[in-house]
């Protein structure tokens, strides 16, 4: 099983700034691409941002120019670097990806367990 584990949220207050992280460890063959995805109370779980193992990044409108994904392909880690936060981005966030873990196996997707950040105002 491909198992992935996120750090880093917590409570914030408006304006600051919190750095996630993301492991993939377990049995993996190949990862492509990682990223992050958020849910707020009531509301469905969205898109953050996205990143391949090329370095192609695709963020949501609402926080491009505030967030930043990077990842290390050596390491299979994924990390959103998170500026200005707002309390509209008060969620769990989830770490996500998708890969084999063995070279006969098709792609599957990956969830981590999730990770909470409050930002308050």
Do not use: H
Not at 16 to 41: D, E, K, V
Not at 59 to 74: C, E, L, M, P, Q
Request: charged content about 15%.
């Amino acid at each position: 099983q491909v198992q992935l584990v996120e750090s880093g949220g917590g409570l914030v207050q408006a304006g600051g700034s919190l750095t996630l992280s993301c492991a993939a460890s377990g049995r993996i063959f190949s990862i492509n691409t990682m990223g992050w995805y958020r849910q707020a109370p009531g509301k469905q779980r969205e898109l953050v941002a996205t990143i391949t193992t090329g370095g192609s990044t695709n963020y949501a409108d609402s926080v491009k120019g505030r967030f930043t994904i990077s990842r290390d392909n050596a390491k299979n880690t994924v990390s959103l670097q998170m500026n200005s936060l707002r309390p509209e981005d008060t969620a769990v966030y989830y770490c996500n990806a998708d890969g084999r873990r063995y070279f006969y196996e098709s792609t599957s997707e990956f969830w981590g367990q999730g990770t909470q950040v409050t930002v308050s105002s």
